[in-house]
């Protein structure tokens, strides 16, 4: 660590605390890393806090930049001036606006030790990486169709690193075998934004609605396009089957009353929901984009079907409420799977090595 004295000072800036997948990670990554070598805070560059509590709890230092409700030059100015006069050790990127933001200003003030991330599917051309691409000495990914994306913008293959999504199996776990659903509840807890093409998957409901009388959709997020979502619900013709919730911290409860879970996603990463229902063993139908095909199996932890497919999502919900053997069987492989290959200690490892690399690469100039 810096001069091997103190631990290294890791700043995580993100846009806000809000309920997000790459929030709650930020939070359990923070919240197990070694504080002997390394002190996390995180600084926000606007307000929402809905992680704030478990933060605090963790004893993670929270610095809000600004508490306007959206990223604007009060905050973009405060950044400036906080890596002028503080020079974090190590700068960590979360989240949209400040990899492009915080890849400008350090490079602006001379600060090596930066290190990007790509969470999401629409995360490469939202940071801009073709223009920023090189502006960090390393990136982060979660799933290696973001890596190979990276690749061919130029990125060298030893300044990338893939680390999944971690889940915490002791936190997450099956309920036990009384609390088994009576209900054919379809769950999908996404938020109510554009990748997440809601709109696919309530007219895929249409069909498994037609073909299981009792299943029903249960819609659990919040978003900017909340309000889009919940009036094609309204105006579904099978509307009585489908309920809408705000999200949650802790969606456990939601888990336990399903039958599986769903993504209609047109783009993805590696959702944080995926792993959380596999861990609870819950069977996932799902579209095959980005990391997805990476974590769920095709008929072994779940049904997968291409992004946009209405007949072939239907069909898939319809099969497997049909089929309960299969959903207890797929849902047996995939709370295995989260063990084996998705815990949080291998995500938290994989990072301090990164971090570790980083500040040697650095101090060596």
Same mark, same amino acid.
């Given at each position: 660590m810096p001069g091997g004295t103190r631990p290294a000072r890791l700043v995580m800036l993100l846009q806000d605390l809000a309920f997000g997948g790459t929030q709650r990670q930020a939070v359990a990554l923070a919240a197990r890393l070694d504080r002997s070598r390394f002190a996390p805070e995180f600084w926000m560059l606007m307000d929402g806090r809905d992680f704030a509590s478990p933060a605090v709890a963790a004893g993670i230092p929270l610095r809000w930049l600004s508490s306007a409700p959206r990223v604007?030059?009060?905050?973009?100015?405060?950044?400036?001036?906080?890596l002028g006069t503080e020079r974090p050790d190590l700068l960590l990127l979360l989240t949209a606006v400040p990899n492009i933001w915080g890849r400008i200003m350090a490079r602006a003030r001379h600060l090596p030790a930066v290190i990007a991330t790509c969470r999401?599917?629409?995360a490469i051309a939202r940071q801009h990486e073709r223009f920023l691409v090189n502006w960090a000495a390393h990136h982060i990914v979660n799933a290696g169709a973001l890596r190979q994306r990276l690749l061919d913008l130029g990125r060298p293959d030893s300044r990338i690193t893939v680390i999944a999504n971690g889940v915490d199996t002791d936190h997450f776990v099956p309920p036990s075998e009384d609390m088994r659903p009576v209900r054919e509840v379809v769950l999908c807890p996404a938020r109510f934004c554009e990748d997440k093409d809601h709109e696919t998957l309530l007219r895929a409901f249409e069909i498994t609605a037609a073909k299981r009388p009792r299943a029903?959709?249960?819609?659990l997020g919040d978003g900017p396009l909340r309000t889009r979502v919940r009036t094609l619900a309204a105006r579904s013709p099978v509307r009585d089957r489908i309920k809408t919730y705000p999200a949650v911290p &802790?969606?456990?409860?939601?888990? +336990?009353?399903?039958?599986?879970?769903?993504?209609?996603?047109?783009? +993805?990463?590696?959702?944080?929901?995926?792993? +959380?229902?596999?861990?609870?063993?819950?069977?996932?139908?799902?579209?095959?984009?980005g990391g997805i095909p990476e974590v769920v199996e095709q008929d072994r932890t779940g049904l997968l079907?291409?992004?946009? &497919?209405?007949?072939?999502?239907?069909e898939n919900l319809a099969a497997l409420l049909a089929d309960e053997a299969k959903r207890i069987?797929?849902?047996?492989?995939?709370? +295995?799977?989260a063990v084996e290959r998705f815990s949080m200690e291998t995500m938290v490892r994989r990072h301090e090595t990164v971090f570790g690399q980083v500040l040697m690469e650095t101090e060596r100039g």
């Amino acid at each position: 660590m810096p001069g091997g004295t103190r631990p290294a000072r890791l700043v995580m800036l993100l846009q806000d605390l809000a309920f997000g997948g790459t929030q709650r990670q930020a939070v359990a990554l923070a919240a197990r890393l070694d504080r002997s070598r390394f002190a996390p805070e995180f600084w926000m560059l606007m307000d929402g806090r809905d992680f704030a509590s478990p933060a605090v709890a963790a004893g993670i230092p929270l610095r809000w930049l600004s508490s306007a409700p959206r990223v604007g030059p009060g905050g973009l100015c405060a950044l400036w001036r906080a890596l002028g006069t503080e020079r974090p050790d190590l700068l960590l990127l979360l989240t949209a606006v400040p990899n492009i933001w915080g890849r400008i200003m350090a490079r602006a003030r001379h600060l090596p030790a930066v290190i990007a991330t790509c969470r999401g599917g629409g995360a490469i051309a939202r940071q801009h990486e073709r223009f920023l691409v090189n502006w960090a000495a390393h990136h982060i990914v979660n799933a290696g169709a973001l890596r190979q994306r990276l690749l061919d913008l130029g990125r060298p293959d030893s300044r990338i690193t893939v680390i999944a999504n971690g889940v915490d199996t002791d936190h997450f776990v099956p309920p036990s075998e009384d609390m088994r659903p009576v209900r054919e509840v379809v769950l999908c807890p996404a938020r109510f934004c554009e990748d997440k093409d809601h709109e696919t998957l309530l007219r895929a409901f249409e069909i498994t609605a037609a073909k299981r009388p009792r299943a029903e959709l249960w819609l659990l997020g919040d978003g900017p396009l909340r309000t889009r979502v919940r009036t094609l619900a309204a105006r579904s013709p099978v509307r009585d089957r489908i309920k809408t919730y705000p999200a949650v911290p &802790d969606p456990r409860p939601f888990f +336990e009353q399903a039958s599986l879970v769903v993504l209609s996603s047109i783009r +993805e990463a590696l959702p944080n929901v995926i792993l +959380e229902a596999m861990a609870m063993g819950l069977p996932v139908v799902a579209t095959a984009v980005g990391g997805i095909p990476e974590v769920v199996e095709q008929d072994r932890t779940g049904l997968l079907s291409a992004p946009g &497919d209405v007949p072939a999502l239907g069909e898939n919900l319809a099969a497997l409420l049909a089929d309960e053997a299969k959903r207890i069987r797929f849902g047996r492989t995939a709370r +295995e799977r989260a063990v084996e290959r998705f815990s949080m200690e291998t995500m938290v490892r994989r990072h301090e090595t990164v971090f570790g690399q980083v500040l040697m690469e650095t101090e060596r100039g």
